[in-house]
């Protein structure tokens, strides 16, 4: 059983800068969770403090049945794969692929093997006698995948692996990626803030926030139920809109139904409006209102509108092409089941 | 256009010539000079063309030794002048690979405190230790042997600057790729670090081989016997200012012969040298 446990898992660093505070995150073996986030919110952290790069300040690790707190990172069996990929530059692709094995005094023969093996795998095998500096960034990427891969770890540590790449590539090693770790059935935690990777790479879904667990979950749960404003702001491109809503209500805003009392965040995703014309309805939300800007992607089309007239702004995503025009005015309708309530002042989902 | 070009580029080539004549001048006629023998030096007409004495001089100087002030052969003196500057060298290398490597990599109590020890001993050169250092070295019944000739010389805060200076470029992420493949720290010191200060290392040698050859004042204060004599202090003793006697045929070639290595070590190390002072290979 290869599984992950972190038991609130805390860190302070030297300067009194608290970067994780009491995270649980339960892995089952052979699942793949990614931590996703802004900028500083700890998710490098608390993946280096299951590495062991990092001193764990509160808490307790555990990888498979051991506790690992006070194990170095070569006696944890775990790979890691870095932004940078961290190859070692005056080694050949080979040797950077063996040396961890090496260093374990694993047989030649077997070294060979399993290095063949990986670059068979990864496509890599006609660049084994090359160094590092003479990769393409895609080729680099594979080769520490490579590394990773060869040592046969219990679990797979990735730190933002494709933000070094360009587009196109990024799509392209996802996907690898996704079906490298199903084909290995290796538990895997993978950093990243790229929302879409995040949603498409994970079976445990964690956002992280100043250090802490906003939610965690399958990634359509966090999709269809986001327990707060920033996770409901974090998750799906464009985000959802987050309308707060004042005491005497929004003008050209109606709803059917309020749930609770007190002030409100009412959230709606752009893909789930309909236009239709002024005037119809009534619907379990209804806005006029006002396209100032239009975005049009091919696939789909993003309409920047106003609520009423001059209120906040909402996007509202149609498919395909589009006819309408900046100016017009319309009517945005959404039915009860996609709409969102939020505690206006803590940002909680409100139960419904 | 294609003229400015060519003007262009003449106007350095020019520049680089007249300074390479400049430079190579004085180093011809020393050459010349020792190859034509004592009496058409002494007359004060030596011609501008090589003479005939080339192989007479050389071999003289470098197997028998000259006839006045210094009887050592000039190859001993060379022997102990390579074995000076290749201990000082390679002893600046080690230690100063081994201090910046504690210096950037290890958290140790006044870590920074002796960073900055070594840093001060900039401002220390041999000169100015000179006495207390001579103190110690005599102290320890090292006057005249090779230990007392290089050790005192080796301590090197440039060198430590230097190398700390480029392991702070080497990524973190280096560092910690090799603990997740299980090296040590000497095990990381030996497979990755040793590997990638190639370059400076070359450069640094370049430099310190220089240094320790050309060495004058301690060489001067430390030997006194002929046989451990360098060849710097050698060529010095060749000329006797007092009476007219000195062997300026020898003296040149001597001259020559001192050139030598450091120009062989900077040709060998050539490639290497440039790499490592403008760029890294990362
Ligand atoms: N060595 C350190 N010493 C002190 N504070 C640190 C150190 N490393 C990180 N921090 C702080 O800890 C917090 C979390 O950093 P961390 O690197 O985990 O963020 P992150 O979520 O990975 O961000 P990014 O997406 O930018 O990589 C930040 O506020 C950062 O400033
Ligand atoms: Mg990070």
Redesign the pocket.
Known sequence: MNNVQLRQVG?V???G????RAISIDIPDGKFCV?V????????????MVAGL?TISSGEIVIGDRRVNDLDPSERDIAMVF?NYALYPHMSVYDNMAYGLRNRRTPKAEIEERVQEAARILEIGHLLDRKPRALSGGQRQRVAMGRAIVRKPRVFLF??PLSNLDAKLRIQMRVEIKKLQRALGITSIY?T?DQLEAMTLADILVV?NK?KVEQMGPPLTLYERPATTFVAGFIGAPPMNLVPLPEGGLPGLKLAKVPGSGRLTLGIRPEHFELTAPGTGPHALDIDVTVSAIEAVGSETFLYCAVGGNGPEIIVRVAGKSEIEAGATLRAVAEAKNLHFFDDETGVRIAD | MVERRSILDFIPHLVLLLGIVILAFPVYVAFVASTWDAATIANGHMPLRPGPHFLENYYKLLFVGTGSSTREPVGVMMLNSLVMAMSIALGKIAISLISAFAVVYFRFPFRMAAFWTIFVTLMLPVEVRIYPTYKIVADLNLLDTYAGLTIPLIASATATLLFRQFFMTVPDELVEASRIDGAGPMKFFFDTLLPLSITSIAAMFVIQFIYGWNQYLWPLLITTRDDMQTIVIGIKKMIVTQDALTEWQLAMATAILAMLPPVLVVIVMQKLFVKGLVETEK
């Open positions: 860190k660093y030297a300067g800068v608290e970067a994780v931590l986030g802004p900028s500083g919110c700890g998710k490098s952290t608390l993946l280096r990092e932004q730190d933002e950093v803030h992280m250090g």
